[in-house]
């Protein structure tokens, strides 16, 4: 499966022809877009388009984030709509519940993922998170109900151990779906091992942990 969001390979790659025949020989092929591209009428076996709304069209408008790391806003301009196209992020959203939904979890588990907001890589530039709040590299953040169940408030200690490490860090509460948590990257690598996708080779950036009450080190678990 090959997921696109935006760019036309026949026309900012270089021979054209060598990616024409590359996108029909992939089984699935998923563009998110806001206009049909070259590219996206290339046949396959598979083809699915999903019509995406612009910045000036999502309701009270939207945000960006620059690689330098600067948030821009875009204000809702009123006009025409299209019924079917959505925001991008919510397309995106959508497919990531519909993952969380699927995940077989332990009722003691959690699944957690890195890269919060609008972090770039591993660079900060400040100490505290402008989108957050928080100050600090240790933050876990996690639903109400789920802090609520495990007897947790904000600011408590608490320990992530999945298979292969362990994760000391304190408790946030966040508007995050509730079975799932967020850490900050590259932090949270040493809960992640080297697992990759047996299609696509890309990285999994995500875990399966279980949680506690009280400090830990950062360490491999004994």
Avoid at 61 to 85: C, K, L
Avoid at 93 to 113: C, K, N, P
Avoid at 131 to 140: E, F, H, N, P, W
Avoid at 167 to 172: I, K, Q, S, V
Wanted: net charge neutral; with cysteine; aromatic share 6%.
């Amino acid at each position: 499966m090959l997921y696109l969001v935006g760019g036309n390979f026949l026309e900012t790659m270089p021979d054209p022809d060598y990616y024409r025949d590359a996108l029909k020989r992939v089984r699935l092929r998923i563009h998110q877009d806001l206009v049909l591209y070259t590219s996206t009428l290339v046949d396959g076996d598979e083809v699915l388009v999903l019509p995406a709304a612009t910045r000036y069209e999502q309701r009270g408008g939207g945000t960006s984030t620059s690689t330098e790391r600067r948030v821009r806003f875009s204000p809702e301009i009123p006009g025409r709509r299209i019924a079917e196209a959505r925001a991008e992020w919510e397309i995106l959203a959508a497919i990531g519940i519909r993952t969380l939904d699927g995940a077989s979890l332990a009722s003691d588990e959690f699944l957690v993922t890195t890269r919060r907001g609008k972090q770039f890589n591993s660079m900060t530039h400040h100490d505290r998170d402008a989108l957050t709040g928080t100050t600090g590299r240790d933050a876990v953040f996690m639903a109400a109900e789920d802090a609520a169940r495990l007897g947790l408030d904000e600011g408590s200690p608490l320990r992530l151990v999945s298979t292969l490490g362990a994760f000391a860090g304190r408790c946030r509460i966040a508007a995050v779906k509730p079975g799932s948590l967020q850490i900050y990257w590259p932090e949270g690598n040493i809960l992640i091992g080297r697992r990759l996708d047996p299609a696509s080779g890309e990285p999994d950036y995500n875990a399966v942990v279980r949680v506690s009450a009280g400090p830990a080190r950062n360490a491999a678990p004994s």
